[in-house]
T-cell receptor
Framework: DAKTTQPNSMESNEEEPVHLPCNHS???????IHWYRQLPSQGPEYVIH???SNVNNRMASLAIAEDRKSSTLILHRATLRDAAVYYC???????????FGAGTTVTVRA | GAGVSQTPSNKVTEKGKYVELRCDPI?????LYWYRQSLGQGPEFLIY????????DSGLPNDRFFAVRPEGSVSTLKIQRTERGDSAVYLC???????????????FGEGSRLTVL
């Protein structure tokens, strides 16, 4: 699996946006970019995914660089419930499993 | 509930004992995964089932670990002769084989925390 690189941790204030970067310079043309997050004492949960175009859903937005070697997960207004570990994962189009790295631990200050 | 259910939520055992961890996936999900998560690390893939068969067991660390899914629904992860290094949270996930939304989303349970003394 192609590797991703994320910062270990990020802090944010409540109600402010959070931009989580992910580098994936060895991404292949058939790799989707997936984001999951893991709240304390829970299993990971799906956040968003994309291939080439920017994506929005009710949880977040995903901005993908034109060369696809990096992406940014955007939480538009952080709440205390968004404090979690966020994982950026590459998954082949025909693939079935997710390979998790260490992720980015997001702390939200009230 | 409608989510992935894992039992027990916590298991404390002694070194050398046998342990079984159970996963009840979302109804209709044919794909089932087991992951292991040590403190401070991301989940590590163990095994993947399509239906009743293990399609990929490349993540099982050694032959003390075994998993079954005899009827294509509930799965059991079995660990023989447990060691202290087996202490971790064991996560189960399920998914549709053909996802109409094309997200490939895995739905995770809350995990079974195993402590080997």
């Amino acid at each position: 699996d192609a590797k991703t690189t994320q910062p270990n941790s990020m802090e944010s204030n409540e109600e402010e946006p959070v931009h989580l970067p992910c580098n994936h310079s060895t991404i292949s043309g058939t790799d989707y970019i997936h984001w999951y997050r893991q709240l304390p004492s829970q299993g990971p949960e799906y956040v968003i995914h994309g291939l080439t175009s920017n994506v929005n859903n009710r949880m977040a937005s995903l901005a993908i660089a034109e060369d696809r070697k990096s992406s940014t997960l955007i939480l538009h207004r952080a709440t205390l419930r968004d404090a979690a570990v966020y994982y950026c994962i590459l998954r082949d189009m025909g693939g079935y499993k997710l390979s998790f790295g260490a992720g980015t631990t997001v702390t939200v200050r009230a | 509930g409608a989510g992935v259910s894992q039992t027990p939520s916590n298991k404390v055992t002694e070194k050398g004992k046998y342990v079984e961890l159970r996963c009840d996936p979302i109804s209709g999900h044919t794909a089932l995964y087991w992951y292991r998560q040590s403190l401070g690390q991301g989940p590590e893939f163990l095994i993947y089932f399509q239906g009743t068969g293990a399609a990929d067991d490349s993540g099982l660390p050694n032959d003390r670990f075994f998993a079954v899914r005899p009827e294509g629904s509930v799965s059991t992860l079995k660990i023989q002769r447990t060691e202290r290094g087996d202490s971790a949270v064991y996560l189960c996930a399920s998914s549709l084989l053909r996802d109409p939304r094309n997200t490939g989303e895995l739905f995770f349970g809350e995990g079974s925390r195993l402590t080997v003394l």
